[in-house]
Each structure stands twice: as structure tokens, then as C-alpha cells.
């Protein structure tokens, strides 16, 4: 017969984290909540940091003393191009309510397989939905929840992009739509976890994007399926002036998104496989990021949002709070990769990243990203979910800025599968 003290002991383990990391069996009698989210998965950020001042801004006149709130290479440009950072209270954030009951449901049940230096195989087993590894340990499995986190099973969004020039300011605008679809890891809306038809095929999901304008650029566009397997996203692009729809590979190393300064490797932070990069842990620490950032969708917002006027010309107007990260390493397994090494800032609550810096082949600091969170719907949910809405991404050798805006945007409004097909992307460019 188990005694009363072993049972209490017993209660008393089954609700430790530590426990918790042994087996989904276990972890399946632990609640889960949006509430204590942060504090199972991951962690929360020091409320009052050295220097921290609610509705005060950070500038190069004030930055002494407060060097800690601020990551390395954006304090260079609070004093180098008088970047302003106005600081506002931590929230606390979490994901939808699938995502969390998919996490809870699943928790123990992925593995990291050792690949080595390969890169074309997949290098976690096991996993099916929600966050693969609560309470991160090392890098890799960091870079995992990254590549695994809550971004809705779809999402509708039209945006504005901005080429910027420090010493000429403004020189091009375009405006594009992107529509893309999970095929698996699905949370919140049916077929879950995966569409059968993408399963099938071994299909992560899939995207179709096409310019608005300007008027000589409207209607290219491209329909893309991004594999489970580590390797470049294939489909086609659609060029209007020729009416022919072209195969393509995307993602190639090295190659830049329509000519801006960002590379395709750089969307979202990193778009590339957990399988392309060494990953190291460097630190856990709070910093100052835009994740309330302020920012309201809409072309009417733009300038509310970067100063557009006063040189450079790029400076974003977010608002920025403690936020709790995982700062990374990551250094490519592949030759051909563009940079050196990335230092990523991941945020600790929902694994999305916020900040990033960029280094040449050479080691010197080659491209700085910051990407800010704003509000939008969830069809789903029939409310504001927060989300991302802006993006600057800062060549500082060439001293030239290509900026994000998001004009309107939704997840979760039950896209069909069949919307991501050539027919689709041939109609919408005509």
C-alpha cells in the first residue's frame, strides 16, 4: 500500500517543471493557461531594470548608464542616427487558446534527433503541434520553438514596403498581399493537426503573395510550398508583362526579397531550417523591444510610425518594453551561406523574434532587424490578437533601410487549401 506521505511527495514532483519534462502522461494532469503560460514555458522579464523608465525615452543623451537595456548594435544606432526608444510597461503575452491546449496535450512527446553537420535532414522527431520544448535548455531546441511558434493555421495580410536612403531619403514604395496557409502543426482551426492533402506530400504549408502597385509592377506574383524536410521552398512565379507563369525555387541562399535589403533567409527573423545553423544559448536576460509596439495598421499610419522626414529617413517611432529573451548564436552549416554568424534576440513568451543582428563573411557587422507586434483580428476569435505589423531592416555599410508596414491583415479566417495554385496566382495577375 502507497502511504499518504509517498502520495503527497508523488502530487508534490507531478507539479515541478522538472517533473513535467519526463513524459506527455504526466504533464497532460497540469493545467495549462494562457496565465501561467509564461511561467511554464518559458520566463518572465525584470519588471523595473536598471534605467527603465515608464513614458520616458531612451536617446543617445540619456543612454548612460542604461547600455543594458538596449542590444549592442541598436545602441550604436540611438548614436549614430539618433534613434529615439520611448519606453512603456512589460505585458504579458501568450498564445491562442489551441496552440496552448496543443502544447499541453503534446508536452514531452518531441526529440531532437543528432543530424551533425547534415542539413538535409530533419532533425526533430515526434513532434505534432503546439510548442515542442517548454522551458528551453540549450540553443537548438530555443531555435525549435522559434520555427514552431503561433502564428495562426492562415493569414491575409497587405502590406507596404519602403526603400530608404540615409542621404536621400524616400526612394520607392510598393505595396503587396500575402496570403499563407500551415499544412501542419495546425492549432486553431479544422482540418487539425495537418491538411491531408499537404500531409500527403510532406508539405509544411504554402504561400501566395502579388504586388498591388505600383502600376508597372501590379499582378507579379508567386505561389510557393514551403517541405516538412530541410530544403528550398519550390513554385512558380507569375510575370505579367511575358503572361507566363515560371518555375522557381525560393530561398535560395544569399538571394535578396525583390531587392530590398532583406534576404529571404531573413524573413521573420529567420525563415531558414533549425537543421541550416549551429545554434548556441548565449544568454537569458530582459531588454527593451517593441512587442506593444504602438504601431496602428494602416497606409493613413505610415508616418506615424517612421519618421520618414528627418534623416536617416528610417528611424522607427515604436514604443519599446522589458521584454524576456533568448539571446542566440547561429552559425551556418553551409559554405554558400551570406552571413557569418546572426545573433538573435528571441522573445521567452511567445518565440518570436524581435531583434537581430547580422554579420558578413568577414565578421563585421554587415545588417540590424527589428520587428515590432501590433494588433489585428483573429477571424476565429472575432477579436484583436497581437501580431506582427512592421519591420525595419537596416544595412548599415551601405547605409540603406528597407521598411515593413502593415496596411490590414487577419489570421485564422479559414483560407481553402485550393486557394494555393497556379490557377490562382494566373487570375490574380491578370
Known amino acids: ?22 513524459g506527455p502522461a504526466l504533464a497532460q494532469e497540469i493545467p495549462l493557461t494562457a496565465k501561467n503560460w509564461t511561467e511554464k514555458v ?13 513614458g520616458a525615452t531612451l536617446e543617445n543623451s540619456n543612454l548612460a548608464g542604461r547600455e543594458g537595456l538596449v542590444p549592442e548594435a541598436l545602441r550604436q544606432i540611438v548614436q549614430r542616427y539618433g534613434l529615439k526608444m520611448q519606453m512603456r510597461d512589460y505585458e504579458p503575452v501568450a498564445p491562442s487558446a489551441g496552440y496552448i491546449e496543443a502544447t499541453r496535450v503534446h508536452w514531452g512527446k518531441p ?39 503561433h502564428g495562426g493555421d492562415d493569414a491575409d495580410s497587405i502590406y507596404s514596403v519602403h526603400w530608404i536612403s540615409a542621404q536621400q531619403g524616400l526612394e520607392h ?35 501566395l503573395t502579388y504586388a498591388l502597385s505600383p502600376y508597372d509592377k501590379k499582378g507579379f506574383g508567386a505561389v510557393y510550398y514551403r517541405s516538412l524536410d ?64 504602438g504601431v496602428i495598421a494602416g497606409k493613413e499610419n505610415l508616418e506615424k510610425s517612421y519618421d520618414l522626414k528627418s534623416p536617416p529617413h528610417w528611424n522607427p517611432l515604436y514604443q519599446y518594453e522589458p521584454r524576456p529573451v533568448y539571446v542566440l548564436e547561429a552559425t551556418p552549416k553551409l559554405k554558400d551561406y551570406p552571413y557569418s554568424r546572426q545573433i538573435l ?46 519591420t525595419v531592416v537596416l544595412d548599415l555599410q551601405a547605409e540603406h533601410a528597407t521598411l515593413f508596414h502593415v496596411h490590414k491583415a487577419v489570421i485564422n479566417s479559414g483560407l481553402s487549401p485550393s486557394l494555393f495554385s497556379i490557377a490562382t496566382l494566373r487570375k490574380r495577375g491578370t
Open 1 to 22: 500500500m502507497i502511504s499518504t506521505a509517498t502520495t503527497r511527495m508523488a502530487r508534490a514532483l507531478l507539479a515541478s517543471s522538472a517533473l513535467l519534462a519526463l
Open 42 to 54: 518559458g520566463f518572465a522579464p525584470e519588471l523595473a531594470p536598471q534605467g527603465f523608465q515608464k
Open 111 to 149: 526529440r531532437l534527433v543528432d543530424i551533425g553537420q547534415a542539413v538535409n535532414r530533419r532533425g526533430i522527431d515526434g513532434y505534432v503541434a503546439g510548442l515542442p520544448f517548454p522551458d528551453p535548455k540549450d540553443g537548438l531546441q530555443v531555435a525549435w520553438n522559434f520555427h514552431c511558434s
Open 173 to 207: 514604395s510598393e505595396e503587396w498581399r500575402l496570403s499563407a496557409i500551415r499544412g501542419d502543426q495546425r492549432t486553431d482551426l479544422d482540418p487539425r493537426p495537418a491538411i491531408p492533402e499537404f500531409q500527403k506530400k510532406r508539405l509544411a504549408g504554402a504561400g
Open 230 to 293: 530541410p530544403k528550398d521552398s519550390q513554385g512558380h512565379i507569375y510575370v505579367p508583362s511575358m503572361r507566363r507563369v515560371l518555375q522557381n525555387a525560393f530561398g535560395t541562399r544569399g538571394d535578396t526579397w525583390n531587392a530590398t535589403d532583406l534576404l529571404y533567409e531573413d524573413v521573420r527573423g529567420y525563415s531558414g531550417y533549425p537543421e541550416w545553423m549551429n545554434w548556441k544559448l548565449l544568454s537569458r536576460k530582459t531588454v527593451l523591444l517593441p512587442m506593444h509596439s
Open 345 to 390: 534576440y528571441v522573445d521567452a513568451e511567445v518565440f518570436v523574434i524581435l531583434y537581430k543582428e547580422s554579420y558578413d563573411k568577414k565578421g563585421s557587422l554587415w545588417k540590424v532587424m527589428l520587428n515590432a507586434a501590433g494588433y489585428h483580428p483573429d477571424a476565429s476569435l472575432h477579436k484583436p490578437v497581437l501580431g506582427w505589423i512592421g
